[in-house]
């Protein structure tokens, strides 16, 4: 199991408020070079409901999606040790750093989808920049026993 590097770059623009970082891309997403690609990932039509927004379908069309709602996106984890798409298999983690999206947007709240971005948030990214973040359930295939009403409610926090 050899080093795997992140090698999408994040979504924000100056108008973002919210930052959502995931742990890092699957297999499908890193093919596809866009997040939450895997077709049963519940990530865009979660925020879409939230957002009470049409599900987008294109990378543009998400991209403009997120900008439109001031929603920045970009995962805790910059290259690592992974067995396909399972994060309980992470090791040797190195962070991205938020510097830039931090110093160029008004981020006011920061969450993480899942335990795994929680986790790696609180040990690799919260200590550097002191920033707490929101835990909100991961919308990831592998998080089936979480129903998709339940993921929308808690969800919702995104909208400020």
Partial sequence: MGTVHHGLPPICDANCRVLILGSFPSV????AKFYYAHPQNRFWRVTAAVFGQDVPRTADEKTAFLLGNRVALW?????????GSADQTIK??????????????????????GRKAEEFYNKLI???????????????????????????EAWSAIRL
């Fill in 126 to 152: 919260a200590p550097v920049i002191g920033r707490p973040a929101v835990y909100l359930p991961s919308t990831s295939p592998a998080n089936a026993a979480i129903k998709y009403e339940r993921l929308a």
């Fill in 92 to 113: 040797n983690a190195v962070p991205n750093d938020l510097t830039p999206i931090l110093s160029a947007a008004g981020i006011e709240r920061i969450f993480v989808n």
């Fill in 28 to 31: 499908k997403s890193r093919e």
């Fill in 75 to 83: 995962d805790v984890i910059a290259s690592c040790e992974i067995e």
